[in-house]
């Protein structure tokens, strides 16, 4: 079956620092796959996504590659700030095997600091 | 646009009673799926109705149940309240899979704890 593995955190960061949160996929087909954020009590929202091989998604100074051959599409942004701090999940929907169900990791933690 | 609103947003239940939570959909989508967050955890996958019919369940027992309304509007039901049920349960909705790329547009939530 399908599967999602999120580095495990909590990853704690100070203003301005890199942000990489590393995510692979075990999946049958061509699936779609996302990054979705929660802030502290609130339900998931989309952060970008991305549906075939070598697309970039992109939204609010993030960025995540389909990298196909090694089954990851990694979460990054160049300098974080405060307000980034939420959990990250990553997860994947392949619409022609299993319409709708999305699969998702446990998420990361994210902390920054000022 | 109208966002994904769920009912209630707390509630305590003991064990061995019954539930239902309610999710109204963003308005223009016609899918509602249902998902369970535990604690720590990523939200794991209920079921998913579309045009008022279950399509597509995950690993969940019978005593999870639902039902999806002409208005495109859903319910979850749990029988026999186990105290494992205590988590966060989220209602997305969607597009059909012919009209979307699997994108899901979440509730708050309806946080449930079972004593």
């Known amino acids: 079956g399908n599967s999602v593995t999120q580095m495990e955190g909590p990853v704690t960061l100070s203003e301005e620092a890199f ?4 995510c692979t996929y075990t999946a049958t087909g061509y699936p779609s796959l996302f990054w979705y954020v929660q802030y502290p009590g609130e339900g998931l929202q989309l952060l970008l996504k991305a549906t075939k091989a070598d697309d970039k998604g992109s939204n609010k100074g993030f960025e995540a590659t389909y990298r196909k051959e090694t ?5 990054e942004k160049g300098s974080v700030q405060v307000s980034d701090s939420a959990v990250y999940f990553c997860a994947l929907c392949n619409l022609r095997t299993n319409a709708g169900k999305s699969t998702f990791g446990d998420g990361t933690t994210l902390t920054v600091k000022p | 646009e ?30 509602v799926s249902w998902y369970q967050q535990a604690l720590g955890q990523g939200p794991q996958f209920i079921f998913q109705y579309y045009r008022e019919e279950e399509n597509g369940r995950g690993n969940f027992p019978p005593r999870f149940s639902g039902l999806q309304f002409p208005n495109y509007s859903s319910e979850l039901n749990v029988n026999a309240l186990e105290l494992d049920d205590s988590a966060l349960y989220l209602c997305a909705s969607s597009l059909a899979a012919g009209e979307s790329t699997g994108e899901l547009f979440f509730g708050e939530g309806s946080r449930l704890t079972v004593l």
């Open chain 2, 2 to 31: 109208t966002g994904v609103t769920q009912s209630p947003t707390h509630l305590i239940k003991t064990r061995g009673q019954q539930v239902t939570l309610r999710c109204s959909s963003q308005s223009g989508h016609n899918t």
């Open chain 1, 71 to 75: 089954t990851s599409f990694h979460l």
């Open chain 1, 19 to 22: 942000l990489t949160i590393n």
